[in-house]
Protein backbone atom coordinates (compact mmCIF):
# COMPACT_ATOMS: atom_id res chain seq x y z
CA UNK A 1 0.00 0.00 0.00
CA UNK A 2 1.41 3.23 -1.11
CA UNK A 3 1.44 6.22 0.90
CA UNK A 4 1.37 9.74 -0.63
CA UNK A 5 1.87 13.10 1.39
CA UNK A 6 1.79 16.91 -0.43
CA UNK A 7 3.61 19.96 0.95
CA UNK A 8 4.42 23.20 0.02
CA UNK A 9 1.53 24.83 -0.63
CA UNK A 10 0.46 28.27 0.74
CA UNK A 11 -0.93 31.85 -0.23
CA UNK A 12 1.02 33.82 -2.76
CA UNK A 13 0.54 36.58 -5.38
CA UNK A 14 -0.03 36.46 -9.15
CA UNK A 15 3.33 36.14 -10.40
CA UNK A 16 5.26 34.35 -7.95
CA UNK A 17 6.07 30.76 -7.69
CA UNK A 18 5.12 27.58 -5.43
CA UNK A 19 7.29 24.47 -5.35
CA UNK A 20 4.80 21.30 -4.18
CA UNK A 21 6.43 18.17 -3.19
CA UNK A 22 4.70 14.68 -2.89
CA UNK A 23 6.73 11.93 -0.94
CA UNK A 24 5.73 8.56 -1.02
CA UNK A 25 5.79 5.46 1.22
CA UNK A 26 4.89 2.06 2.04
CA UNK A 27 5.62 0.38 -1.65
CA UNK A 28 8.39 0.59 -4.53
CA UNK A 29 8.10 3.97 -5.38
CA UNK A 30 9.82 3.93 -8.64
CA UNK A 31 7.27 1.38 -9.94
CA UNK A 32 4.26 3.99 -10.15
CA UNK A 33 3.87 6.93 -12.19
CA UNK A 34 2.46 9.98 -10.47
CA UNK A 35 -0.06 12.46 -11.10
CA UNK A 36 -0.99 16.03 -10.25
CA UNK A 37 -4.34 17.61 -9.71
CA UNK A 38 -6.72 20.27 -8.36
CA UNK A 39 -9.47 20.97 -7.42
CA UNK A 40 -11.01 24.07 -6.69
CA UNK A 41 -14.84 24.91 -5.21
CA UNK A 42 -17.14 24.10 -7.06
CA UNK A 43 -15.46 22.75 -9.82
CA UNK A 44 -14.51 19.51 -11.17
CA UNK A 45 -10.91 17.59 -10.62
CA UNK A 46 -8.88 18.94 -12.98
CA UNK A 47 -5.53 17.09 -14.20
CA UNK A 48 -2.34 19.36 -13.94
CA UNK A 49 0.73 17.06 -14.57
CA UNK A 50 1.91 13.59 -14.18
CA UNK A 51 5.30 11.80 -14.58
CA UNK A 52 6.44 8.60 -15.27
CA UNK A 53 8.39 5.88 -13.25
CA UNK A 54 11.46 6.74 -14.92
CA UNK A 55 11.23 10.88 -14.93
CA UNK A 56 11.15 11.53 -18.93
CA UNK A 57 7.78 10.92 -19.75
CA UNK A 58 5.73 14.07 -18.61
CA UNK A 59 2.31 15.52 -19.45
CA UNK A 60 0.69 19.27 -18.58
CA UNK A 61 -2.56 20.38 -19.11
CA UNK A 62 -2.76 23.17 -21.23
CA UNK A 63 -3.69 25.74 -18.69
CA UNK A 64 -0.54 25.29 -17.01
CA UNK A 65 1.89 24.32 -19.48
CA UNK A 66 5.00 26.99 -19.80
CA UNK A 67 4.50 27.72 -16.73
CA UNK A 68 4.26 24.59 -14.32
CA UNK A 69 7.04 21.91 -14.50
CA UNK A 70 7.27 18.23 -12.83
CA UNK A 71 9.88 16.51 -11.65
CA UNK A 72 10.70 13.13 -9.64
CA UNK A 73 13.48 11.80 -6.95
CA UNK A 74 13.36 8.14 -6.69
CA UNK A 75 15.96 8.16 -4.62
CA UNK A 76 13.71 10.37 -2.38
CA UNK A 77 10.68 9.03 -3.10
CA UNK A 78 9.49 12.42 -4.17
CA UNK A 79 7.85 13.69 -7.16
CA UNK A 80 7.82 17.90 -7.56
CA UNK A 81 5.69 20.38 -9.36
CA UNK A 82 7.35 23.61 -9.88
CA UNK A 83 4.83 26.41 -10.50
CA UNK A 84 5.47 29.43 -11.86
CA UNK A 85 4.16 32.47 -12.90
CA UNK A 86 1.08 31.77 -10.63
CA UNK A 87 -2.65 32.69 -11.40
CA UNK A 88 -5.46 33.66 -9.44
CA UNK A 89 -7.33 31.00 -11.58
CA UNK A 90 -4.78 28.39 -10.23
CA UNK A 91 -6.26 28.39 -6.39
CA UNK A 92 -7.35 25.17 -5.52
CA UNK A 93 -6.37 22.23 -3.49
CA UNK A 94 -3.64 20.58 -5.20
CA UNK A 95 -3.49 16.09 -4.77
CA UNK A 96 -0.86 13.58 -6.03
CA UNK A 97 -1.98 10.53 -6.69
CA UNK A 98 0.00 7.22 -7.41
CA UNK A 99 -0.67 4.60 -10.54
CA UNK A 100 1.13 1.45 -10.76
CA UNK A 101 2.25 1.23 -14.41
CA UNK A 102 4.95 2.20 -16.90
CA UNK A 103 7.35 5.17 -18.41
CA UNK A 104 4.04 6.97 -19.22
CA UNK A 105 1.58 8.59 -17.29
CA UNK A 106 -2.46 10.15 -18.20
CA UNK A 107 -4.05 13.26 -16.63
CA UNK A 108 -7.32 11.16 -15.94
CA UNK A 109 -7.96 10.79 -12.45
CA UNK A 110 -9.58 7.15 -12.92
CA UNK A 111 -6.17 5.75 -13.80
CA UNK A 112 -4.78 6.53 -10.41
CA UNK A 113 -5.42 4.01 -7.05
CA UNK A 114 -3.40 6.21 -4.70
CA UNK A 115 -3.99 9.76 -3.51
CA UNK A 116 -2.57 12.11 -0.70
CA UNK A 117 -5.00 14.35 1.07
CA UNK A 118 -4.06 17.29 -0.60
CA UNK A 119 -2.19 20.97 -0.03
CA UNK A 120 -3.79 24.23 -0.79
CA UNK A 121 -2.58 26.78 -3.34
CA UNK A 122 -3.97 30.57 -2.72
CA UNK A 123 -3.23 32.86 -5.70
CA UNK A 124 -4.42 36.36 -4.47
CA UNK A 125 -3.42 39.80 -4.25
Known amino acids: QLQLVESGGGLVQPGESLRLSCVAS????????IGWFRQAPGKEREGVSC????????VFADSVKGRFSVSRDNAKNTVYLQMNSLKPEDTAVYLC??????????????????WGRGTQVTVSS
Open 51 to 58: VGKGGTST
Open 97 to 114: AATLGGDYCSNYALEYAY
Open 26 to 33: GSTFDSYA
